[in-house]
């Protein structure tokens, strides 16, 4: 299998686990302070990450050369997941995915302006036609919702985030010197959690940890093992084998991840014509698969 399949394959596993936290963050959002709920999500997931990486003996003394990339990385991410959660509070979720589809877009013009990676014409074709499947698959299906979409303050705080996480995709290239991934990704979670940690110090003081509900623990360990510690190193590993618009194209199946979320939470089956947006999002990433001939932008990945 190619490097390039492997980083494909890594973000399919990628999207399915972020559809994840988007049906219990939205049950959870109202619930707990963002940056308190991010903060300790960030601490769970440091601990596994490094926990791997110890028994890996991934860690080098190379690792620690410009130790300044850490916080910069982690800042990224600290404010996508603070915003996505803030942004949650009052955006409907149908709307905060429909936000979440123009991170591609977003990451395609951030990999020009630090990688100078192009978008080549099959590309942006394969990223409208994902866009366009998603847009679909959101709305259900229905002009009338479609019409009727009005953009919000939810909508526009966690449209900041999203700038944020599209910045980090491209961001990981241009500042891995050769780390692996469990290293990067524990450095990432380990400033980003004594950023949020600084930012959010009233809020974890002042949430009431004992009577929190089920729901809030439930959604806390999903997204610090599943939606953070995992995640993080597939899209470390993804980012450093695709473009960046490549990897944040994924981004277009998370609406058809939630819709299965959906119905084993015991959610109405979708329609044909909702299918048919599922479809064209799995046609824009054949596309993007078939398009994988050598970026002269790109690095040697560290296995």
């Not at 991934?58 to 996505?84: H, I, K, S």
């Not at 905060?96 to 100078?116: S, Y």
């Amino acid at each position: 299998m190619s490097q390039a399949l492997r980083g494909h394959l890594a973000m399919l596993c990628f999207s399915a686990l972020v559809a994840g936290s988007f049906s219990l963050g939205s049950l959870t959002a109202n619930l707990i302070a963002p940056a308190a709920f991010s903060a300790l999500r960030f601490l769970l997931a440091a601990a596994l990450v490094g926990g791997a990486a110890l028994a890996t003996g991934a860690f080098r003394r190379a690792d620690l050369a410009a130790p300044w990339r850490y916080p910069l990385l982690g800042l990224c991410l600290a404010a996508y997941f603070v915003l996505m959660f803030q942004g949650l509070k009052t955006a409907p979720p149908v709307s905060a995915a429909a936000v979440f589809t123009l991170t591609p877009i977003l990451a395609a013009g951030f990999g020009w302006l630090l990688l100078r990676q192009i978008t080549t014409p099959h590309i942006a074709a394969a990223l409208a036609l994902g866009g366009a499947g998603a847009i679909w698959v959101i709305f259900r299906a229905d002009l009338a919702a479609l019409l009727r979409f009005q953009v919000g303050q939810g909508e526009f705080v966690y449209f900041w985030g999203c700038v944020a996480h599209a910045f980090y995709t491209p961001l990981v290239r241009k500042l891995n010197r050769g780390e692996s991934p469990l290293v990067f990704s524990f450095g990432t979670l380990v400033t980003g959690c004594a950023l949020l940690t600084f930012w959010g110090w009233r809020d974890l003081g002042a949430t009431p940890w004992a009577s929190l509900p089920p729901i809030v623990w439930i959604t806390l360990l999903y997204t610090a093992i599943f939606a953070s510690a995992i995640t993080f190193v597939l899209l470390q590993y993804a980012a450093l084998r695709l473009p960046a618009s490549k990897v944040m194209a994924y981004t277009y199946l998370t609406p058809s991840w939630v819709i299965l979320w959906e119905m084993a939470l015991g959610k109405p089956v979708p329609g044909g014509l909702v299918l048919l947006g599922v479809a064209a999002t799995i046609a824009a990433l054949a596309m993007l698969v078939r398009d994988d001939r050598p970026n002269p932008a790109a690095r040697p990945a560290r296995p």
